[in-house]
């Protein structure tokens, strides 16, 4: 495993040459794209909080990351960056608070939502109802359809209709052999 000023990374985790700092944890086919694109005009709404948060920043106008869990949000929040806002929504996965966990609160506006912690399933439809009113966005979907995190006929069925690019780690192993690590980027009109 790399390591950085005492941080070990995990699997498929990167460091950006260019700046040093933690790549969020999607595949790297993902990341390469993100970094094709210029976000730097761009507002994105991240769920799920994490050490590639500072990356993101940089290469975004604004960031605003919702976590749910106190101890990433606090380690995180400690860490911001001037861009960055982060939002404490304490809930667990699987406890009917979607409603709340999810809220795109007045004057976030993002342009790009990415979903990479609980209530998957409910994010996609979220985003592309948001979406849908404002004109057209993108939703990052991180674990997409992969075995042991995420597997969702609702989820495909809701993305189905949108053009995806679909970015498969082929170097993971921690999955059945069939539904690999891959990170989806759905782009809702």
Known sequence: MKKRNNMELSFGQRLDPENGLVESWFTHGALDWIKSQDLSEKTILMFGAGLGDRWLASRCKKLIVVERNEEWYSKCAMTAMRNTTYVFRPCNDSSGRADYYLEISEGWEPNI?????????????????????????????????????????????????????????????????????????????
């Open 113 to 189: 939502i990415i979903n990479d912690d609980a209530y998957r399933t409910e994010l996609c439809q979220v985003a592309v109802d948001y979406f849908k009113e404002k004109g057209g966005g993108i939703l990052i979907s991180d674990n997409w359809n992969q075995s042991f995190v995420w597997v969702s006929p609702k989820a495909l069925e809701i993305m189905e209709p949108f053009e995806s690019k679909i970015f498969e780690q082929s170097d993971h192993t921690d999955n059945d052999g069939v539904l690999k690590w891959k990170t989806a980027i759905h782009f809702i009109k």
